[in-house]
């Protein structure tokens, strides 16, 4: 049950960036990151967590594939009353897409 939830949540949050005009393709295994998204020359990668934040070790690990790759990585997490937070990892900022 919790992985159709998590699967629903990636389609939730893919569906919000193609709808601000990113092209989006959906990782296959999804780890560590679930989506890449692209848009005039921006690459975003996105994991997505419904109903918990990342363990500080996948945090490291999601910086670290930021670094290496030269781009912004965004943590989506669906909170407890539905609401979909967007976090930069490396600024902690809330990523607007």
């Known amino acids: 049950m919790s992985y159709r939830r998590g ?3 990636e389609y939730e949050v893919r569906d919000l960036f193609r709808s601000r005009g990113w092209l989006v393709i959906r990782a296959a ?3 560590p990151i679930d989506l890449v998204c692209l848009k ?3 690459a975003v990668l996105v994991e997505c967590k419904y109903n918990e934040r990342p363990s500080r070790s996948e945090l490291e690990q999601i910086r670290s594939i930021s ?3 030269g781009v912004a ?3 989506a997490v669906k909170e ?3 609401k979909v937070s967007l976090i930069d990892v490396n600024t902690g900022d809330e990523f607007v897409p």
Do not use: L
């Open 80 to 82: 407890k009353r539905g």
């Open 40 to 42: 005039a020359g921006t």
């Open 29 to 31: 295994a999804s780890k």
């Open 73 to 75: 990585v965004v943590v």
């Open 7 to 9: 699967r629903r949540f």
């Open 67 to 69: 670094q290496s790759a």
